[in-house]
C-alpha cells in the first residue's frame, strides 16, 4: 500500500483550515490516506525571519481578502475570527495526544477544532475551550486537560516542529507526497496530477 | 466593450513570467485586453519590508523546486536564470516607453524579454542586451537606447510603480479585474471563474 501524505498545518492558519476540509476526499480519491502533523508556525517563523501575512503592508490587506475569497471559490465555510492570529499550542498538544492513541479519533478532534475557530469563531488557543471540543467527541476531558499540561506532551510537539523544519516546512499548509513538498492550497491541482501521474 | 485587465508584473518574476505566458489567452477567452505594466518589486519591497523568495530560509529552497515544476505543469518553457534576482529598470524603462507609442509592439518585446531572461538565460538588467531584444522587434536601437537612459522615462517608471502600489500591488504576478485584486499564477483559476460569473 501507498505512503500516506503528510499534512503539515497550523490550527491558527486559513489557509490551512480550507485545505484541511478538502485533504482527505483528495488523498483518497488516490487511495491514499493522511498523516495529520499540528504544527506552530509561531516557532518556524522564528527561524526563517517570517512575519504573519496579515501583518504586512498591503499583502496584509489582500490576504484577507483571500482567505473570505478562496473559501467561497472552493465552497467552504468561512468566517475571519475576532481575535487572529492565535498560538494553536492547546490545539495541536491535543491533536498530537490523541494521533497516538486514536489516530481516527485525532482527526475528527483535528477537523472539529479548526472549525470551531475558522466558522464558529470560538478562541481554540484557550485550552478549556479547546478541551470542550474535543470532549463533545468522546474525549474524557480531564484526561486530555491534564495530559496537554505536560512535559512529555510539550516537548513532543517541539520535536515535531523541528522535524517538519528539517523535512523543509516553512508554512500551512504544506504537504509531501512521497517526498516531494507542496505549499500552499493552491498546489492542490499539482498534487492531483503528481498523484495521478506518480511525478511530472 | 468591457475595460482592459491590469496585469502587474517585475522582470525578475519567474511567476511573472509563467503569468506572462497565460494572461493573453485567458483574457482573450472572455473578451478582454491586457493592459501590462512592468513595476520594480525592489522598490515595493523595500516599502513592504519584503525580500525575495529565494533568499528565505526553507522557503528559499522550495521556491526554485517550485518555479521549475510550476512551469513543466503549466508547459511553459523554463530555465532558472545563472544571475537572479536582477534590477529590472532596463527592461521595465523599454516596455513603458514603447507602450505610449505602439501598446501593441511593447507587448511583443514585454515577451521577448522575458523570454530572454527566463529560457535563453540572457542577463536583460544590462541596457545594452535589452535594448538589442527591442531591436530585434523592430524598435530602433539608438532611439530607445537614448530614451531609456532621460530622466523622463526613469521619473514615470517611479510613478508608474507608485500608482501600482497605491492600487495595492505587492508582488508579482499581480492582476487586477473590474477592482478585484489577484496575487499570482495560482489564482488563474479564480480570476477565470471571476471573468466567467462576474464575481462569486
Same mark, same amino acid.
Given at each position: 500500500m501507498a505512503a500516506p501524505i503528510d499534512f503539515y498545518f497550523d490550527f491558527s492558519s486559513p489557509y490551512g483550515f480550507l485545505a484541511s476540509q478538502k485533504i482527505g476526499a483528495l488523498a483518497g480519491k488516490y487511495g491514499r490516506s493522511v498523516d495529520w502533523h499540528p504544527v506552530l508556525l509561531g516557532v518556524i517563523f522564528k527561524e526563517t525571519a517570517m512575519v504573519p501575512?496579515?501583518? +504586512? /503592508?498591503?499583502k496584509g490587506e489582500y490576504s484577507k481578502r483571500d482567505f473570505a475569497r478562496s473559501a467561497r471559490f472552493h465552497g467552504v465555510d468561512f468566517r475571519m475570527p475576532?481575535?487572529? /492570529? +492565535?498560538?494553536s499550542q492547546a490545539p495541536a498538544r491535543i491533536v498530537l495526544w490523541l494521533k497516538a492513541r486514536d489516530p481516527a479519533l485525532a482527526v475528527r478532534v483535528a477537523n472539529a477544532l479548526y472549525r470551531a475557530y475558522f466558522v464558529e469563531d470560538v478562541d481554540i488557543s484557550n485550552p478549556e475551550a479547546a478541551v470542550a471540543i474535543a470532549a463533545s467527541l468522546g474525549v474524557d476531558a480531564g484526561e486530555i486537560r491534564t495530559a496537554i499540561g505536560e512535559p512529555a506532551i510539550k516537548e513532543q510537539l517541539k520535536r515535531e516542529v523541528e522535524q517538519a523544519m528539517a523535512a523543509g516546512?516553512?508554512?500551512?499548509p504544506y504537504i509531501i507526497v512521497d517526498g516531494e513538498p507542496f505549499w500552499g492550497l493552491d498546489r492542490f491541482d499539482q498534487i492531483e496530477r503528481w498523484l495521478a501521474t506518480g511525478a511530472f
Open positions: 501575512l496579515t501583518m +504586512i /503592508p498591503l475576532s481575535k487572529f /492570529p +492565535i498560538s516546512v516553512f508554512g500551512s
